[in-house]
Each structure stands twice: as structure tokens, then as C-alpha cells.
């Protein structure tokens, strides 16, 4: 699984750093005065891609997530071995990188001739989860018991469900009700991380969050070096030293996931941030769960999960990248009251690129946030 990718991250903080020359710039590039900057694009920052270029760093890692999750590889199955220490060596040709880019063409081709240029066919739909698409059926699959998966995007509208008003209803009062989440407009919290970055160490991690939509995570990913991952209310970025850049700007559907993490920190406001709700049912660890949408023109849906008590247990969100869609889970649990508010304490995040955990221990409502805190970060330190 593509999981195993992510040992190889740390290993590249701790090792390799500072190999890209073009990484030592911060991600952005200054624009003339007065406009605003635009995020580098793949070909500024890597080598050798005459293929996937054009767009901006944070979606080109999505690309890879992608190649990684449609065929089940990790990042140095298709790359050198050496690309495990060193960003610079991922630009290194390889069998398996030529063959990739070839079906790059073919997937454009296939969907430009047969379906009007609309993204039908991608890596996925051969391979799902395969080097090698398989091409006899299957009679285990066809006689088997078919799996729905819970995070399905393109969901059936279950018509006898409530109304998501009403659910979102539910929610708000599952959690304390809106006087008092109105009554909370900040907080701090602490509790430890671990994910790949960390080669699944738990280490400790810091949040900041002011209402309506700040949010600052800060991992302490060893010692003296921090991974900052902030929404401003506007613009977000990811600082930190295991990534090519180390100031990267998120774009797109990322942006508008770090958007809706930060809001989601002041959840009063949910029902606020979609113009359009469907409702549907799915199964998660054998519970049947409420599945809410939300659509928004112009984006992609994000799924609301709902469990018999009205807590959210989990939010699906997907980001568009140039090879297609690339899905992010987030799980909550643990909630525990904080003036009176139910929080989750818990939450674990999945993408094609990895998985983190974070468990928190105590959070502080209504503190006092620094400014700095919830602005842009400085652009990492690559360690020594
Ligand atoms: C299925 C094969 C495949 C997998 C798996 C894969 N890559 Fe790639 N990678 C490519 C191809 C192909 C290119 C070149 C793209 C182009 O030609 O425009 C590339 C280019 C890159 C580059 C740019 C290097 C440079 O300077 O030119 C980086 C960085 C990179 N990949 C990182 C990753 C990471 C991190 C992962 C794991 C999450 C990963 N790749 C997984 C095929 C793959
Ligand atoms: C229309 C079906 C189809 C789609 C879509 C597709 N592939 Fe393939 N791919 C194949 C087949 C079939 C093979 C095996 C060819 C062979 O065995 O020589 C293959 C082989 C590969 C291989 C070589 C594997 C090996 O072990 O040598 C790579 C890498 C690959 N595909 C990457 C991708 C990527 C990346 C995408 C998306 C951009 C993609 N494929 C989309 C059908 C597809």
C-alpha cells in the first residue's frame, strides 16, 4: 500500500535535505509590487517533468499520491532507490516513470476521444490498486458479496432520510447546542502526532484556532524543527522540512480543505458553508451512519458523516488534480466537553500520500492567540 511510501519522508528530512537547489527558495514566487504571488509550478522546483507541469507544487504531490494509490506502489517502486534520501534522485529516469508517462497520453487520448475531454478513465479505472489491470472477471467478485464504500462521492440520495437541516440540527445540539459553541471564539490545544513524517513516532503538536476560520497545526517533527500547516482566513501553506518546497502554498481543493478544517474548528457555522445539502445512507464498522453533502458551485462535493448520537464522525473531501481525483478522509473520535462543547480529541487523516494521527489532551478555549500564530509561516529550516 502506498503507506509504506511514507517511511521514506522522514528518512528524507533527516538525511537528505537541502538537495534540490530550487527547493531552498520558499515555495513562492514574489510578484511584481502590489500583485499577488503566484505559487511555483512543478517545472520551477523539479527537474525532469515534460510531462506533469503546469500546475502548482501541492497538486503535483497530489499526482503522485495518485499514481501511488491507483497502483499500489510506493514512491520508490517507480522512482531509484536513492530518491529515499534525496529529493534531487526522484528526477532520475526509471523503467517503470517512462511507462507511467506513457499512459499519461493514452488516459488524455482515451478521454478526449470517447468522452468529450471529461475526465471518465483514469490511472484507477484499470488498475485499481494493480501494477497490472487484470483482464479476465472475476467470479469471486461477481458471486462475492459487493463492499460499498462508505466513501463513495458520487452518492444515491436516500429519499426517505430526514432533511440535512435537520441533521445538521442534530449535530449542533449533539455538541452543546449554538449558544454555547457561539460562546467559544478561540483556542489552544495540545497533544501529540504520528504519521509518516515521523516514522510513526508520536511527537508532540500544537493547535491555534480562532473563529470564524483560523487554523494554525504546528508538529514538532524533531527536535528544533517544527511542520506548520496554517489557514489565514484566506490564503493556507504547509511549512515544513520534508517537503520539496519549504513554504508550500496549497492550491485548489487543498486550499479549500485547510478552508473548511478551520471552519469546521467553529462548527456552528456548518450549515452556513455549502449551498446545497444531499442526504444519503453508508456503513461504517458495521453502523449504519448518515451521510450529508455538500456542494458548493464551482468545487467538489465533501461528505459529512453523522453517527446515531449526531456526532460527525467523519468528513470526506476530494481534490482535483491533472490525473484526477484524489480523496482525503478524516475520522474523528473521542469527543470530550469543553465549556460545554463536545470536541473530538481524536482524529486520524487519510490520503493517497499517508496517514496521521492526532490525539489531543487538553484544549484551551477563549485564549489569547498571537497574531503570527495564524498568519503565513516562515519557510522552514532544512536540518543541518
Ligand atoms: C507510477 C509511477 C510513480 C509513482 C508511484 C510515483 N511517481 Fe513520482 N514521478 C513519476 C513520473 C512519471 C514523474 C515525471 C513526471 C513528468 O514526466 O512530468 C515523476 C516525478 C516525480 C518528481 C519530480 C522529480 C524531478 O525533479 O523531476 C518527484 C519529486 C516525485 N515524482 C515524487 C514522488 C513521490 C513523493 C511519490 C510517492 C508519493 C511518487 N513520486 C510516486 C512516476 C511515479
Ligand atoms: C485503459 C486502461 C489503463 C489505464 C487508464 C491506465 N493504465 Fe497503466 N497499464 C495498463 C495495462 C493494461 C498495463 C500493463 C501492460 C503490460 O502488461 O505490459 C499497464 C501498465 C502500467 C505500468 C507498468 C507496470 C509494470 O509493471 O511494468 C505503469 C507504471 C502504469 N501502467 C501506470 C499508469 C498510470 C500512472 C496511469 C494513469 C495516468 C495508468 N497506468 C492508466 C492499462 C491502463
Not at 528526477?91 to 506513457?102: G, V, W
Not at 455549502?274 to 462535493?301: H, M, S, T, Y
Not at 478555549?365 to 522552514?380: G, S
Request: aromatic fraction near 8%.
Amino acid at each position: 500500500m502506498a503507506f509504506g511510501s511514507n517511511r521514506y519522508f522522514l528518512r528524507t528530512a533527516q538525511v537528505a535535505i537541502g538537495c534540490l537547489l530550487t527547493a531552498a527558495l520558499a515555495g513562492v514566487h514574489v510578484g511584481q509590487a502590489g500583485q499577488a504571488p503566484r505559487p511555483q509550478m512543478a517545472e520551477d522546483v523539479f527537474k525532469n517533468v515534460p510531462v506533469i507541469r503546469g500546475i502548482p507544487v501541492d497538486e503535483f504531490m497530489d499526482t503522485m499520491g495518485m499514481f501511488s494509490a491507483a497502483l499500489s506502489l510506493n514512491c520508490p517502486d517507480c522512482h531509484v532507490p536513492e530518491s529515499s534520501k534525496t529529493w534531487e534522485r526522484f528526477a532520475d529516469e526509471t523503467d517503470l516513470k517512462i511507462a507511467a508517462r506513457r499512459m499519461v497520453t493514452m488516459v488524455n487520448n482515451i478521454n478526449r476521444t470517447n468522452f468529450g475531454g471529461e475526465e471518465f478513465v483514469t490511472c484507477y479505472t484499470c488498475h485499481r490498486g494493480d501494477r497490472r489491470p487484470q483482464v479476465r472477471p472475476s467470479l469471486t467478485v461477481q458471486y462475492g458479496v459487493p463492499m460499498g464504500d462508505p466513501n463513495e462521492i458520487d452518492i444515491f440520495p436516500d429519499t426517505a432520510a430526514p432533511p440535512a437541516e435537520q441533521i445538521l440540527d442534530k449535530y449542533i445540539a449533539a455538541i452543546g447546542g449554538a449558544q454555547r459553541l457561539a460562546a467559544i471564539s478561540s483556542f489552544a490545544a495540545k497533544g501529540t502526532y504520528e504519521g509518516y513524517d515521523t516514522d510513526h513516532t508520536a511527537v508532540s503538536v500544537e493547535i491555534f484556532a480562532k473563529a470564524p476560520n483560523q487554523r494554525t497545526t504546528v508538529v514538532r517533527l524533531f527536535e528544533g524543527n517544527d511542520s506548520v500547516r496554517t489557514f489565514d482566513g484566506n490564503g493556507a501553506w504547509i511549512a515544513s522540512p520534508d517537503r520539496p518546497v519549504t513554504l508550500m502554498p496549497l492550491t485548489g481543493g487543498n486550499l479549500n480543505g485547510a478552508r473548511l478544517d478551520a471552519q469546521l474548528s467553529f462548527p456552528a457555522q456548518i450549515k452556513t458553508l455549502f449551498r446545497q445539502w444531499k442526504v444519503a445512507a453508508a456503513v461504517i464498522d458495521d453502523r449504519e451512519v448518515r451521510v450529508v453533502q455538500g456542494i458548493n458551485p464551482g468545487q467538489l462535493p465533501v461528505n459529512f458523516y453523522f453517527d446515531d448520537a449526531g456526532l460527525l464522525i467523519r468528513v470526506v473531501r476530494v481534490t482535483q488534480t491533472s490525473v484526477g481525483q484524489v480523496p482525503t478522509e478524516i475520522s474523528y473520535s473521542d469527543y470530550r466537553e469543553v465549556a460545554g462543547v463536545k470536541m473530538p480529541f481524536q482524529w486520524i487523516t487519510t490520503w493517497t500520500n499517508g496517514q496521521t494521527t492526532t490525539k489531543l489532551t487538553e484544549i484551551q478555549p477563549n485564549v489569547a492567540i498571537d497574531a503570527a500564530r495564524l498568519a503565513r509561516p516562515a519557510p522552514a529550516r532544512r536540518p543541518q
